[in-house]
C-alpha cells in the first residue's frame, strides 16, 4: 500500500511541475503589444535621408504603398521626434477616429504652424474647450441661409464670364476658381469688399499654400536656425505674412467702422463672429488681432484650395465620361423643369441623387489631400493589436483607402452609381475624405454645399467637352497642399437647350 503511495506522488510530482511551469510562463511571457511593423531604422542617418530626400508625405507615397504591401495596413515609420503611425485602411483608421475619438483628438505641435504662424487656428490648435468652441463658431456660421442670395450673385456672375468664353477652350481654373475664393471672401469679411483687394488677398493666399512645402522645412528648427540656414527661405515667408497682416488689418478696421455705423445690414460675416468671440476657458478674454487674422486665413485658405481642387476633378471627370454628364443634366433638367426654372437653387440640390453620387465619387477618386492632416494620441492605447505610444503620430491614408481594391469593385474608375441605391450610408466606412471623429473637417456642410451648387448649376447650363472633342484628357495628378491636376482642365462649352 505504501509502495503505491510513492508511486502516485512521483508521478503525481512532475505533473505537477510541469503545470506549474507553464501557468508561471504564460505569466512571465504574455506577449505585450508592440509598434507596428515598419522599416529599420537607423539613428541619425535616417533623419537625413527623410529631410534631403523626403521631406514631405506626399513625397514618401510611393515608399509607404511598398511598405504597407510588406507590413500589413498599419505601419511605424521611424523619423524625427518619434515613430510616425501611418494606416491605410479604412476600418482600422474609423476604429481609431471614431471608437477612440477622444485619444486620437489631438495634433502634432507642428502642424501647419508655418501656414498659421504658430497662431491659435482650428486646423492644429490643441484639443480642448477652446478649440471645440472655435468649431462649434465656425458651423454655426458658415451655413447661415442668409449666404444664398451671395452665392446666386456670385453665380450668376460666373455664368455671364462663362458665356462669353463659350466660343473657345479656356482654362477652368482661370473663371472657376476666383468664384469659389470670392464667395469665400465676402462669407470671412462682409459683402462690400471692391475686386481689386480681392485680387491681392488671393495673390498672397496663394502664395503662401504654393510655398507649403517650401517653408514647411522652417518648422523643425528654431527660428534663430532658420533665419541662418534658410535666410531667403524666412524673409520671403515674413515678408508674406507682413503682407497678409497688413491686408486683413485694413479690412478689420473697415468692417469695424461698417458696424459702428450700421452700414452693413446684409449678414453677419465670420470676422463680426470672432471679433465678439469671448474664451471662458481663458479667463473670457477676447481674441487678439494676430488671433482673429490667422483664423481667416485658415478659412479661406482650407476654404477654397480643397473646394476647387475637388471640383476641376470632378468637372475633369465630366467632361471625359460624356455619358456620366448626359445622365446628371438630365436629372437636373428634370428638377429644375418641375419648378419652372432657368437655374439649379439650392433647395433642389436634396431632389438630385445621382448629382449627390457623382460628388461623392470624385472625392473618393481623388480625394483633395492623399492625407489627413496628422493626429496626436494623448495615451497609450493599442489599435489592431499593436501599441501606439502617448504623443505618437498617427498619419491617414485617405486615398489609399478609396482605392482599396479589397473594398471598392473597379477602384480606379470614375463610377458614381456605385453610390446609388444605399451606396452612400457605406460611404463613411470606407472612405473618409473630410476626416471623422472630433477633428473632421468643421467645413464639411459647406464644403459639399459649394461642390453640389456648382456642378450642377455649370452642367445644367453647358455642355463641357474636350479642347479636341476626343478622349485625351489627361487625369495624372501633382502634389502640392493639394492633390491638383498636373496639367489643369481646358475645356470648351456650348449653352444647353432645354
Known sequence: MEMEAWIMIMLTIPFLYLMIKIITSRIVYVKRPSLP??????????????????????????????????????????????PHIIIADASISHQALLQNAAVFANRPYKTLSTIHHHQLNITSSPYGPTLRLLRRNLTSHILNPSFSSLRKSLLRDLLTRLKLSSSFSFRVEDYVHHAVFSMLVFMCFGENIQDDKIQHIKRIQRTLISGFNRFSVLNFLPRVVSRVVFPQRCKEYLHLREQQKLAFTELMEERRLSRKNKDDKHFVCYMDTLLELVLPAENNRKLEEDEVI???????????????????????????????????????????????????????????????????????????????????????????????????????MVAEMGWDPKVWEDPMGFVPERFLDGGKKEMNKKMMPFGAGKRMCPAYGLAMLHLEYLVANLVFTFKWNTVDDGDSLDLSEKQGFTAAMKHPLHARISPRFY
Not at 533623419?47 to 508625405?57: A, C, R
Not at 480643397?306 to 433638367?333: F, G, S, Y
Not at 419652372?340 to 483633395?368: F, Q, S, T
Open 37 to 82: 511593423p515598419g522599416p529599420m531604422h537607423i539613428p541619425i542617418i535616417s533623419n537625413i535621408i527623410w529631410l534631403t530626400t523626403h521631406n514631405s508625405f506626399s513625397k514618401l507615397r510611393p515608399l509607404l504603398q511598398r511598405l504597407h504591401a510588406k507590413h500589413g495596413p498599419i505601419i511605424t515609420l521611424p523619423i524625427w521626434s518619434g
Open 294 to 396: 490667422s483664423l481667416c486665413s485658415e478659412f479661406l485658405s482650407a476654404g477654397t484650395d480643397t473646394t476647387w481642387t475637388a471640383l476641376e476633378w470632378i468637372m475633369a471627370n465630366l467632361v471625359k465620361h460624356p455619358r456620366i454628364q448626359t445622365r446628371l443634366a438630365d436629372e437636373i433638367a428634370e428638377v429644375v423643369g418641375e419648378r419652372g426654372g432657368n437655374e439649379v437653387e439650392e433647395e433642389d440640390l436634396e431632389k438630385l441623387p445621382y448629382l449627390k453620387a457623382v460628388i461623392l465619387e470624385g472625392l473618393r477618386r481623388h480625394p483633395p489631400s492623399h492625407f489627413l492632416l496628422p493626429h496626436a494620441v494623448t495615451e497609450d492605447t493599442v489599435l489592431n493589436g499593436y501599441l501606439i505610444r502617448k504623443n505618437g503620430t498617427v498619419n491617414f
